[in-house]
């Protein structure tokens, strides 16, 4: 299923950098999430240098207002 034009995927797989685990997570619609805790193991993530939050870093898919050609509006 394919989403209509300027509607974002608000699902995202994120990748921990530490132990490889996956989990597919849901991303706040107005906002960036600058944390991230791997319930493999435990650690806890922040975004790259430059990306604006751990969906840019870790996910498979940018977040919602990257997506939409924003920039970052807040942390959630």
């Given at each position: 299923?394919q989403n209509?034009?300027n509607?974002?995927?608000i699902r995202s797989?994120?990748t921990?950098?530490?132990?490889k685990a996956a989990?597919?997570e849901h991303m706040?619609?107005?906002?960036?999430?600058?944390?991230?805790?791997?319930n493999?193991?435990n650690?806890?993530?922040?975004?790259k240098?430059?990306?604006?939050?751990?969906?840019c870093?870790y996910g498979?898919?940018?977040?919602p207002?990257?997506q939409l050609?924003?920039?970052?509006?807040?942390?959630?």
């Open positions: 299923m209509k034009p509607t974002p995927q797989v994120i921990c950098p530490h132990c989990a597919l706040p619609l107005d906002a960036c999430q600058w944390f991230y805790r791997c493999s193991c650690e806890l993530l922040t975004p240098t430059g990306d604006c939050c751990v969906f870093s498979t898919i940018p977040c207002p990257v050609g924003d920039s970052c509006r807040k942390p959630a």
